[in-house]
């Protein structure tokens, strides 16, 4: 399926908003990671059920294979039922990341490893770590500059504060999902200059 006009006219929007990184050598890329969320630890695991995340953020390679990004991130964990909540347990924040990519001779798989830190609200201010893994897979040149991949990711919310009769303990999340980039590609060397007449 190729992507649609609106689509390909947003993200040469938002390249263009960063123009000068992407002139002075450092490509640009734009990423989404939706997956299904499963709490691990305890009372987490107890109280909540399945949920999704979403994670969406710009990143610009500084050196190659070496992605340096900021993203907005998404939990939600459904509420068990019978269980103590009626409503799904939610964190939202933002967030600072690396990935290293790594390139390999021969293959279009492109596995990639990576971390973040965020600022997250949950009923309290939280910090979230969030290392993962993936590989993704370049779509063909002729239709877009974009890759598709499975990933794993790991999600630590410390329960730094909370309201009087919240419970603040540690959650552990894991996410399994797809992940989505768009990649520009980087900007080449002017041509040397011609040689002087002889």
């Given at each position: ?10 993200l ?8 000068l ?6 490509p640009l ?11 691990l630890?305890?009372p987490?695991?107890s109280t909540?059920?399945a ?25 939600l964990?459904?509420p ?7 409503r799904?347990?939610?964190a939202?924040?933002?967030g600072?990341?690396a ?5 390999l001779?021969?293959?279009r ?5 990576g ?6 609200d ?5 910090l ?6 993936g590989?993704q897979?370049?779509?063909p ?5 974009v890759?598709?991949?499975p ?12 309201p009087?009769?919240?419970d603040?303990?540690?959650?552990s999340i894991l996410s399994l999902?797809l ?18 007449p002889?």
């Amino acid at each position: 399926m190729r992507p649609s006009a609106a689509f390909l006219a947003a993200l040469a929007a938002l390249q263009g908003t960063t123009g000068l990184a992407v002139a002075e050598g450092f490509p640009l890329s734009v990423r989404t990671t939706p997956g299904v969320s499963l709490p691990l630890s305890e009372p987490q695991a107890s109280t909540f059920g399945a949920g999704f995340d979403l994670q969406v953020g710009a990143a610009l390679e500084l050196a190659p294979g070496l992605d340096v990004e900021a993203h907005a991130t998404y939990v939600l964990l459904s509420p068990s039922d019978p269980g103590p909540y009626t409503r799904p347990g939610t964190a939202l924040g933002l967030g600072l990341g690396a990935r290293y990519r790594v390139v390999l001779d021969g293959t279009r798989a492109v596995p990639w490893f990576g971390a973040g830190l965020d600022a997250m609200d949950s009923t309290g201010f939280r910090l979230l770590l969030t290392p993962a893994v993936g590989v993704q897979f370049p779509l063909p040149e002729d239709t877009a500059p974009v890759q598709l991949g499975p990933f794993v990711r790991y999600h630590h919310l410390f329960g730094l504060a909370a309201p009087a009769g919240y419970d603040s303990r540690d959650a552990s999340i894991l996410s399994l999902g797809l992940s989505v980039e768009w990649r520009d590609a980087p900007t080449p060397p002017p041509p040397p200059p011609p040689p002087p007449p002889g």
